[in-house]
């Protein structure tokens, strides 16, 4: 039997009168692929910001693999495997695709600063090592041929490639992705869903994903959960989703023709 290895216990997140998540409760088991939909201002990249440690939530808890990670600061969240990308492209705009992916190796480096500055054999050796895994990664990606290329310079599909690969490379065992299909054509989407499902295979990954394209989400995800205006209005597979009367009624009829 597969354990939760993400739980979102009753959370409600308040911005002074607003409320933009009201009373949330949903968990992810591990190895799933999830999916956090709704209409635009839902508040769904509200929660990938409080599961990241952006937001304190108002009340409520973030479990994750078993401890309580509320408001625990970004970066720990990181190192306690988590890794999130974003509805905007966030790449390192001086930085060949290759530099772009030795970033998310940054935890993982087992060499002194001394032993930088000296060049010494442990500091070749690790570089050596964490250069090659970034090329795997790439591999995987299929972008391997772009490595020394100005990451900001290839198409959008491969931007947001380039972005999921470094996710990757901080080896989470959760990984968040805001939208990964948006601004992209049929092809390279049907790209990028075969691409996740490896990634999810070949490094054991769970994977909560936030996207509107539904066709996306029927091909991707095992169970998602709908919200509108911060509240859950549905909590189980994708195609039950699409013909449920209050999710319709949120997407107004959108979903008829998904």
Request: aromatic share 8%.
């Amino acid at each position: 039997m597969q354990n939760d290895i993400l739980k979102i216990e009753s959370v409600t997140m308040r911005f002074g009168g607003v409320t933009a998540i009201d009373n949330l409760s949903f968990s992810l088991k591990e190895g799933e692929i999830y999916g956090l939909i709704g209409p635009n201002g839902a508040g769904k990249t509200t929660i990938f910001n409080i599961i990241t440690g952006n937001y304190i939530p108002t009340e409520g808890k973030i479990i994750f693999d078993g401890e309580d990670i509320t408001g625990t600061k970004p970066d720990k969240v990181v190192y306690k495997g988590i890794a999130r990308t974003f509805q905007n492209i966030r790449l390192f705009k001086s930085m060949s695709v290759l530099e772009n992916i030795l970033i998310g190796f940054h935890d993982q480096i087992n060499y002194t600063y001394i032993e930088a500055i000296l060049r010494l054999p442990r500091y070749f050796g690790n570089e050596k090592r964490i250069k090659q895994k970034a090329m795997d990664i790439l591999e995987e990606f299929g972008i391997a041929k772009f490595a020394n290329h100005n990451a900001t310079a290839l198409s959008y599909g491969n931007q947001r490639k380039v972005e999921i690969a470094r996710a990757v490379a901080t080896n989470p065992k959760l990984l968040l992705l805001d939208e990964p299909a948006a601004g992209m054509n049929p092809i390279e989407t049907e790209d990028l869903s075969n691409i996740i499902h490896k990634i999810k295979k070949d490094y054991n990954l769970t994977i909560l994903l936030i996207e509107h394209d539904m066709k996306f989400v029927n091909a991707m995800c095992d169970r998602v959960t709908v919200l509108d205006y911060g509240e859950k209005i549905f909590d189980g597979k994708p195609a039950d989703a699409i013909v449920d009367e209050k999710v319709v009624a949120a997407y107004l009829g959108d979903f008829k023709h998904a």
